[in-house]
T-cell receptor
Framework: DTEVTQTPKHLVMGMTNKKSLKCEQH?????MYWYKQKAKKPPELMFV???????INESVPSRFSPECPNSSLLNLHLHALQPEDSALYLC???????????????FGSGTQLSVL | DQQVKQNSPSLSVQEGRISILNCDYT??????FLWYKKYPAEGPTFLIS?????DKNEDGRFTVFLNKSAKHLSLHIVPSQPGDSAVYFC????????????FGEGTQLTVNP
């Protein structure tokens, strides 16, 4: 199994809603990532979890709240988002340093989020 | 400040010919470079990588060349196939930056039958 599974594929939410994005991998990877990608722009790193602990937060607003309940799951909790937060949210995973981890991020297909 | 740049938003080539995708970077501390391919409605998939201690890495039809003095890398696909039509992202990383990848804006490659 070399897949990273993201749900839902599409999400429309109002600015007062609370929603969660989910990501799952069963490759035994111990690093998991959230990226944000706007149309015709490159993916931008938001958060990195290493061994289920938050290791990188790229100064993301607190209306985005990541959670890593276990080594296979990664959530992104959304609250009080703005229309400019509409984007494709990508989850990824990789092995940790010691091997060829820098060579490969495995990405999910993403959640296309629209904030109205 | 875009540290990794792909100046060609699109490229069109004929099937069987060579595709050359280019990438420039400004941070001389980058020590690892990667190419990802992205089809519509899918996440990016890893294609090939190169360490800064090398100037060439080859994997089947794909070859990446690195010119450190020019801060330039390129991806060669030969022969190009219609299934190669996708957006190609160049990415760079620093060992000391942990798990951060800096992506370029992507080049849409179209291979015409």
């Amino acid at each position: 199994d070399t897949e990273v599974t993201q749900t839902p594929k599409h999400l429309v939410m109002g600015m007062t809603n609370k929603k969660s994005l989910k990501c799952e991998q069963h490759m035994g990877h111990r690093a998991m990532y959230w990226y944000k990608q706007k149309a015709k722009k490159p993916p931008e790193l938001m958060f990195v979890y290493s061994y289920e602990k938050l290791s990188i937060n790229e100064s993301v607003p607190s209306r985005f709240s990541p959670e890593c309940p276990n080594s296979s799951l990664l959530n992104l909790h959304l609250h009080a988002l703005q229309p400019e937060d509409s984007a494709l949210y990508l989850c990824a995973s990789s092995q940790l340093p010691g091997g060829s981890w820098r060579e490969k991020l495995f990405f999910g297909s993403g959640t296309q989020l629209s904030v109205l | 400040d875009q540290q990794v740049k792909q100046n060609s938003p699109s490229l069109s080539v004929q099937e069987g010919r060579i595709s050359i995708l280019n990438c420039d970077y400004t941070n001389s501390m980058f020590d690892y470079f990667l190419w990802y391919k992205k089809y519509p409605a899918e996440g990016p998939t890893f294609l090939i990588s190169i360490s800064s201690i090398k100037d060439k890495n080859e994997d089947g039809r794909f070859t990446v060349f690195l010119n450190k003095s020019a801060k330039h890398l390129s991806l060669h696909i030969v022969p190009s196939q219609p299934g190669d039509s996708a957006v190609y992202f160049c990415a760079a990383s620093l060992e000391t930056s942990g798990s951060r990848l800096t992506f370029g804006e992507g080049t849409q490659l179209t291979v015409n039958p």
